[in-house]
């Protein structure tokens, strides 16, 4: 019941497109839904996050789909670029008093010129 | 304002040897977890600390332990060394328990090598 599965492993997108990362949950206790980054060599950095009372939230060139209903949220990455080449994970976890998150398997993103 | 901080970035050890791993969260950060990503499992949670006590613990055997000082600075230890702990450990400092607002800050990692 803890699980998060995500995908797809990996995607490859030209430069400008939509990528699109989908990922769904079993816990409906979870309401801390983020979405973390990670370069080679560096640990995943938060990217951008959202609660469950809200279904869409955008950062920038980033936007979180959430439907509660179906237990499943998504990243869409407009106008990529090159430099969002990287390994993105989901996760789910609780605001309250434990901070421990589960992750999903993570998506390798390519963006090409 | 600096991140956290993990040493050392790499290390190898031999089998049945045993291991510590050193973080250090932001300064003001209260909260400390570790984490393992391997290509196979991905991201696991080992355990969390929070003023000197472990607040949560996932499921890893009892040769992985951590503890936390009052400056909030944590260290991980595995002993008896297996091929399969070769991974990379992750911390994670936050304010306090919970993801809060601003949820965790990773450091880069110890990449621990198993031979």
């Known amino acids: 019941q803890q699980q998060v599965k995500q995908s797809p492993q990996s995607l490859i997108v030209q430069k400008g497109g939509i990528s699109i990362i989908n990922c769904a949950y079993e816990?409906?206790?979870?309401?801390?839904f983020p979405w973390y980054q990670q370069f080679p060599g560096k640990g995943p950095a938060l990217l951008i996050a959202?609660?469950?009372?809200?279904s869409e939230k955008k950062e920038g060139r980033f936007t979180i789909s959430f439907n509660k209903s179906a237990k499943q949220f998504s990243l869409h990455i407009m106008d990529s670029q090159p430099g969002d080449s990287a390994t993105y994970f989901c996760a789910a976890g609780f605001t309250g008093t434990a901070s421990k998150l589960t992750f999903g398997t993570g998506t390798r993103l390519q963006v090409t010129l | 304002k600096a991140g956290v901080t993990q040493t050392p970035r790499y290390l190898i050890k031999t089998r049945g040897q045993q291991v510590t791993l050193s973080c250090s969260p932001i300064?003001?950060?209260?909260?400390v977890s570790w984490y393992q990503q391997t290509p196979g499992q991905g991201l696991q949670f080992l355990f969390e600390y929070f003023s000197e006590t472990q607040r949560n613990k996932g499921n890893f055997p009892g040769r992985f332990s951590g503890r936390q000082f009052s400056n909030s600075r944590s260290e991980m230890n595995v002993s008896t060394l297996e091929l399969g702990d070769s991974a990379l450990y992750l911390c994670?400092?936050?304010?306090?328990?919970?993801?809060?607002?601003?949820?965790?800050?990773f450091g880069s990692g110890t990449r621990l090598t198993v031979v």
């Open positions: 300064s003001g950060h209260r909260s």
């Open positions: 816990n409906t206790a979870f309401d801390y």
């Open positions: 994670a400092s936050s304010l306090s328990l919970g993801q809060g607002t601003y949820g965790y800050t």
């Open positions: 959202i609660r469950p009372d809200v």
